[in-house]
């Protein structure tokens, strides 16, 4: 608790809580823009954070995705329109509000829940992070293996849509990944004699370009269309919640508590941790049929949860260096590039920087309020910025942010290459999230299973002799065989079904 309290002057310094406001007000920006997400946000500033001490740069991405996930339901309730995808799970109940002429219930609901939910996701993280880094510290190389393997897994099964499109996301990453020097033999892979492909294929230009332009393409496409009016804003955003959040607290808690367990699920996040809860809520609610029609529950329990997961999600970061979703990973390649490596030692090693986070944590979440509130009111200016104006600027610092990174022209063409790519996947709906966990847990896997393999001198069982290896290993194996066991069932109980019709006709 010390080392907390000693973290707090230091986060509240002149220096560090002015870039703090700064990338508040830059990802309420970003968020209430629809159609560009937090990712993306945060994958733009990446470029300023080289310039940073490392708690400045935590602070950087920490504050700008807590409020761009905010920020996303600015538009969905004016214009029915989520600036991010994680607003799109209650964005009915949202625009509907607002056509009620309550849109200062449905945005002042969604901004209390969104800094409750992420105050409970640090609370979580601060309490449950050290602990579980003192039973990861005796992690060898066979449970990093699995651990990493099991989240490569589960993000195939997390993601949106086709499990059989999210594998072959995943296997895209997983070929990316493999690009450059044998970890073991320093043998080239896929280098095809070009030079700059040695190194591997640069996390920070793959990001930019899957989530930054990506969009861009995506976007020259909707340029002629003229952008609906968003209606004027007017009201007193907090009046009445505390009554609204005591009536909808079970919500509140419960959405809190998913969201953080979600987003602490390898490559879920706050997107899916939303549309979870958002069905939650409306499982157990006593009057389901008044859902997406502007009702309360949803949006306070889905509200409170894409914050949460935000939080969440730096558990298995922090503590196994594997990310929660594409914002971690971006952190994770912030932190390596600041000489830092993920993982239970950071604990010891840097724990100024773990005290320094829970306080960015708290502080975004507390400063979401009056930010927030601020946001609502300029988001009539927001909304009407001319895209034609805002994407060249977006291209600029795109092309600025890959470069920094190495200082190569080469990352240009990642851009380009990875842009499109994204591009042609999301149109045919094939989610980017797999790929890019393939990326960054490719490298993870292989090095380990490299590392263990050696160790075992062929020997496959020694995969599964330690008690917390062969736990990870059997799981990871079950995590495998759940889609086959799932889908022989529904045709088990097909078939039971159309035998018991065919002999009732009989």
């Known amino acids: 608790m010390s080392g907390f309290l000693e973290a707090i002057p230091v986060v509240l310094s002149p220096d560090i809580l002015g870039i703090i406001v700064a990338a508040s007000a830059f990802g309420l920006f970003v968020g209430a823009t629809p159609g560009l997400s937090a990712t993306m946000a945060v994958a733009l500033l990446v470029p300023i954070t080289f310039f940073m001490s490392p708690i400045a740069a935590l602070g950087t991405i920490i504050t700008c995705s807590a409020m761009a996930i905010f920020a996303g339901d600015i538009p969905g309730a004016m ?9 799109a799970a209650y964005v009915d ?55 990493a393997l099991l989240g490569l897994s589960c993000a195939t099964l997390v993601s949106n849509g086709s499990q059989l499109k999210g594998m072959i996301s995943l296997a895209l990453g997983l070929l990316l990944a493999i690009v450059g020097l044998d970890v073991v033999t320093g043998q080239q892979r896929f280098t095809f004699g070009i030079v700059d492909l040695q190194g591997g294929v640069p996390l920070i230009a793959v990001m930019i370009g899957a989530f930054a332009i990506a969009e861009l393409y995506r976007k020259t496409t909707e340029l002629g269309e003229e952008n609906p009016i968003p209606p004027p804003v007017k009201g007193s955003f907090l009046r009445g919640q505390g009554s609204i959040l005591w009536r909808h607290r079970w919500n509140v808690i419960r959405g809190s508590a998913t969201g ?15 549309w979870i809860s958002y069905a939650i809520a409306k499982r157990f609610s006593k ?9 309360l529950e949803g949006v306070a329990e889905a509200g409170a949860s894409n914050n949460a997961a935000v939080s969440g999600s730096y558990v298995p ?36 920087l773990i005290n320094a986070l829970y306080v960015i944590f708290i502080l975004s979440n507390l400063i979401m309020i009056p930010l927030g509130i601020a946001a609502i009111f300029l988001a009539r200016r927001i909304l009407m910025v001319d895209p034609g104006l805002l994407y060249p600027i977006i291209l600029v610092l795109c092309l600025l942010g890959a470069f920094a990174t190495t200082n190569s022209m080469f990352d240009l063409w990642y851009l380009l290459v990875i842009g ?8 045919n709906d094939y989610p980017c999230a797999p790929m890019i966990l393939g990326l960054v847990l490719g490298r993870v896997v292989e090095e380990n299973f490299m590392n263990s393999a050696l160790k075992a001198n062929g020997d496959w069982l020694a995969f599964f002799d330690r008690p917390l290896s062969g736990v990870l290993g059997v799981l990871t194996i079950v995590v495998w065989l759940f889609p086959l066991f799932r889908s ?19």
């Open 79 to 87: 214009l029915r329109i989520p600036g991010t995808p994680s607003s």
């Open 488 to 506: 022989a069932w529904r045709r088990m109980a097909g078939s039971g079904a159309s035998s018991l019709s065919s002999n009732k006709g009989q």
């Open 287 to 295: 009057t389901p049929e008044k859902f997406g029609k502007g009702h």
């Open 317 to 352: 970061t922090l503590v196994f260096g594997v990310p929660g979703d594409s914002i971690t990973a971006i952190v994770i390649g912030v932190l390596i590039l600041k000489g830092i490596q993920p993982g239970p030692l950071v604990f010891t090693t840097s724990p100024d």
């Open 93 to 147: 109940d949202t625009y509907f509000l607002n056509r009620q002429g309550k849109l200062d219930i449905a945005l002042g609901t969604t901004l209390t829940t969104s800094a409750i939910g992420g105050i409970a996701g640090t609370l979580v993280l601060m309490f449950a992070a050290p602990q579980l880094a003192d039973f990861a510290l005796n992690f060898s190389s066979y449970e990093y293996f699995w651990l």
């Open 420 to 427: 499109l790519l994204v591009w042609f996947m999301e149109a």
């Open 260 to 274: 953080t367990a979600v987003g602490a699920l390898p490559g879920a996040g706050a997107d899916i941790a939303a």
